[in-house]
């Protein structure tokens, strides 16, 4: 299990890579990214966010032969049934920046409820043993809030900037990094991952 392994993380994408690994910090492992072994990018053509993170994870573990840890992420509008789902980072189309793909969400959001549109940030965390692992730990964590007709923050990344945390009655992209660590999806989804791989390591907790 992972206290002092070396585990691969199957992302890319720099915003997550430095959320996650903010998380993980004090965690007694040695999280490195894929692209430190020239792995590129799996094909996301799951129908599921439980489904795309084990492609990335299975591709991660293969290419690497190190245990794996994936996430799979995105927003869901409830005016636009869910959408954009599991198409949040190319919402837009394949080549979308996270500008483009925010503007049309807000576009499309706001010509349907012009109040304030309910959505939520849904994030699954899977963990591999090994790239034929059959039994995969898997978690899920979802945060609630709303869509603001404008982009608010300096900090996160994706959607963050037009994301209304209601606790705290800013964006998700206006919170302190520390605090965003502790109450985001991907913190909830990875502190549920902890939780279970705890239980399997004998004698030792997993963080």
């Given at each position: 299990m992972l206290p002092g392994r070396q585990v691969v993380l199957a992302s890319g994408n720099p915003g997550k890579l430095r959320e996650i690994g903010d998380?993980?910090?004090?965690?007694?492992?040695?999280?490195?990214?894929?692209?430190?072994?020239?792995?590129?990018?799996?094909?996301?053509?799951?129908?599921?966010f439980v489904e795309n993170a084990l492609i990335k994870a299975r591709h991660a573990a293969?290419?690497?032969?190190?245990?794996?840890?994936?996430?799979?992420?995105?927003?869901?509008?409830?005016?636009?049934?869910g959408a954009p789902g599991i198409y949040s980072s190319r919402y837009a189309g394949p080549d979308a920046s996270d500008r483009d793909n925010l503007e049309l969400?807000?576009?499309?959001?706001?010509?349907?409820?012009?109040?304030?549109?309910?959505?939520?940030?849904?994030?699954?965390?899977v963990y591999l043993?090994?790239?034929?692992?059959?039994?995969?730990?898997?978690?899920?964590?979802?945060?609630?809030?709303?869509?603001?007709?404008?982009?608010?923050?300096?900090n996160g990344f994706g959607?963050?900037?037009v994301f209304l945390v209601p606790d705290h009655g800013c964006?998700?992209?206006?919170?302190?990094?520390e605090v965003k660590n502790r109450i985001s999806?991907?913190?909830?989804?990875?502190?549920?991952?902890l939780d279970k791989l705890s239980t399997l390591v004998s004698g030792k907790p997993a963080y």
């Open positions: 998380i993980l910090a004090d965690l007694d492992m040695d999280l490195v990214p894929q692209s430190e072994y020239a792995v590129a990018a799996a094909a996301e053509t799951g129908l599921s293969e290419h690497t032969g190190l245990p794996a840890i994936a996430d799979d992420s995105g927003i869901e509008v409830d005016c636009l049934g969400l807000l576009e499309n959001a706001f010509a349907i409820d012009a109040g304030k549109p309910a959505a939520r940030f849904q994030c699954v965390m043993e090994h790239a034929r692992d059959a039994t995969p730990v898997i978690a899920q964590g979802a945060w609630e809030g709303y869509l603001v007709r404008e982009p608010r923050g300096e959607y963050d900037p964006t998700s992209a206006e919170l302190a990094p999806h991907r913190a909830l989804a990875l502190q549920a991952l």
